[in-house]
């Protein structure tokens, strides 16, 4: 299969760089406004560089990955290119377009709309999808199966999709936060910085980990820790008392009341 990528900044990169992964991919071609970006990452992933018009006269499944406000202008000149062909599948991930919203700017191909996240590029990552329906099965099969080496691939209907990319999409930086927080209560106790954020992080990906592998219930998890009259249950106090969990969801309902 022939992917393409218009876009090869932080998310394009990341993102080719899972598909050039995928057994799915027997073709990469990458394609950018300043093409020594692309250059360089075709070098890394013995991909071939084109231009816009290039990747959309070619791929069976194109990606594109520009910012939001670029993306009419990129589409409209690449629309005679696809206009042209019989059937491509068109792989979106600006923020804020619906599918609705790229099918008509796309001439209604089927359309794939993705949310991945930050982690994707250290394939830990969770992407969002959702698709016109337009698209079939297998292709939807087939964007999971590109994407599956950035991480966790899952597919929503739209509103879900906004429901979830406040865990998703903005938790990196309120996981971030956290981590930052936990080393500087460390480093107020007197462990060194580099070494308080590493544990910190490592500790967050470690119960990540654990909870994802087990199953077990966030709350069953905590309980274990917590021995009775230990310090544990302390400091789950002192989070009680600075209504931790209500800061947290507030967080989440904001930047969902944020989308609309
Ligand atoms: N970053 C995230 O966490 C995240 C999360 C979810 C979704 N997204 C989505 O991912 C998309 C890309 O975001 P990003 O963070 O990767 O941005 P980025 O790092 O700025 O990358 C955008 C790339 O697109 C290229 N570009 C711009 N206009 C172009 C055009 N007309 N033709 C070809 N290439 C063009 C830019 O080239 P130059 O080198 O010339 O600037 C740049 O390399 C956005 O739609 C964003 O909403 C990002």
């Known amino acids: ?19 050039a992964k995928s057994p799915l991919c027997t ?3 990458l394609a950018n406004r300043s093409p020594e970006k692309a250059r360089k990452l075709c070098e890394e992933l013995g991909a071939e560089l084109t231009d816009n018009r290039g990747a959309a006269a070619e791929a069976d499944v194109l990606f594109l990955a520009v ?7 990129m589409v409209e000149d690449i629309r005679g290119v696809l206009d042209a062909r019989g059937r491509c599948l068109v792989v979106s991930m600006a ?26 590029a250290v394939g830990e990552g969770v ?10 099965e297998a292709e939807k099969n087939a964007v999971k199966a590109l994407l599956a080496p950035s991480g966790m691939v899952a597919e929503l209907n739209e509103e879900q ?23 500087d209560g460390a480093v107020a106790c ?9 544990f910190a992080a490592q500790m967050l990906a470690g119960t990540a980990r654990t909870l994802l592998q087990s199953g077990e219930h966030p709350d069953a998890l905590k309980d274990r820790v917590c021995s009775p009259g230990g310090s544990t249950i302390q400091g789950v ?7 931790f969990r209500a800061a947290v969801m507030n967080a989440v309902i904001a930047t969902y009341e944020k989308e609309f």
């Open 67 to 73: 910012k939001p406000q670029g993306l009419k202008a």
């Open 127 to 136: 992407t969002l999808l959702c698709a016109s329906d337009k698209a079939t």
């Open 237 to 243: 106090r002192r989070l009680e008392e600075g209504a």
């Open 1 to 19: 299969m022939k992917i393409a990528f218009i876009g090869t900044g932080n998310m394009g990169g990341a993102l080719a760089r899972a598909a």
């Open 190 to 198: 007197g462990l060194p910085r580099h070494e308080a954020i590493a």
């Open 95 to 120: 923020a804020g377009w619906t599918v609705a919203e790229l099918e008509k700017l796309l001439g209604g191909l089927p359309v794939v709309r993705i949310l991945p996240n930050i982690p994707v």
């Open 27 to 29: 073709k990469l071609l």
């Open 161 to 183: 999709m906004e429901a979830a990319s406040g865990v998703t999409g903005c938790g990196p930086a309120f996981a971030a936060m956290f981590i930052d927080a936990l080393a």
